[in-house]
């Protein structure tokens, strides 16, 4: 059913297996490590448990207010040659990311990775603002996103990304607009911005 699919797609790439509730995992304030990539919440989060993304490994999803009205999505280390989502779908031929690729092929990369996971006339994703933001010690981009879903509201978006060692860092803050984008926007504006490349152990 076209209203299931839509509500599946719009928690993110959640795959919801039968269950009417989630489990959380409560992210306390303070330095979190996301696989190598280290960010900075100012207040708490509640994290989806791992099973439920269909995304890549070492990806987390947290949100605030449930996963149909707001999320951030950290995907740490896309290797060269790899797509930003992992899906079961195989019509879906998610574009596959290039370490060599320029800023605006990083906006269009993300552009057209969520129009294909939520499906071919299913969605419109625009980007816009693309501007760049320095993620420590690594250069990288912000951009704007705005999303219509069929038989949903509408969405907003913030993203920040970067390459290191020939691997994309993507972080996305999606949520429902109006009210529930603006309402954490502040805040995920520095974390996002503030998001490096976790020291390496020892």
Request: proline share 6%; glycine share 8%.
């Amino acid at each position: 059913m076209r209203i299931r699919r839509n509500a599946t797609l719009l928690a993110v790439l959640l795959v919801v297996s039968g269950c009417a509730s989630i489990s959380y995992t409560l992210v306390a304030p303070g330095t979190v490590n996301v696989g190598d990539l280290q960010v900075s919440a100012a207040q708490s989060w509640n994290k989806a448990p791992a099973g439920t993304t269909a995304s890549r490994k070492d990806t987390q999803v947290w949100t605030r207010d449930g996963l149909l009205l707001d999320r951030l999505i950290m995907i740490p280390a896309v290797p060269d040659g790899e797509p930003v989502f992992r899906t079961n779908d195989k019509e879906a031929a998610l574009p596959p990311f290039r370490a060599d690729m320029l800023p605006n092929e990083i906006e269009e990369l993300t552009e057209s990775s969520i129009t294909k996971l939520f499906g071919e006339g299913e969605a419109s994703v625009e980007t816009s603002n693309l501007r760049p933001q320095r993620f420590g010690d690594d250069r990288g981009v912000l951009f704007n996103m705005h999303i219509k879903v069929t038989d949903s509201p509408d969405y907003k978006g913030l993203a920040g990304a970067f390459i290191a060692d020939g691997k994309l860092y993507l972080m996305m803050y999606i949520a429902a607009d109006p009210y529930y984008f603006d309402k954490n926007l502040a805040e995920v504006e520095t974390l996002i911005a503030g998001a490096r490349r976790a020291p390496a152990a020892g």
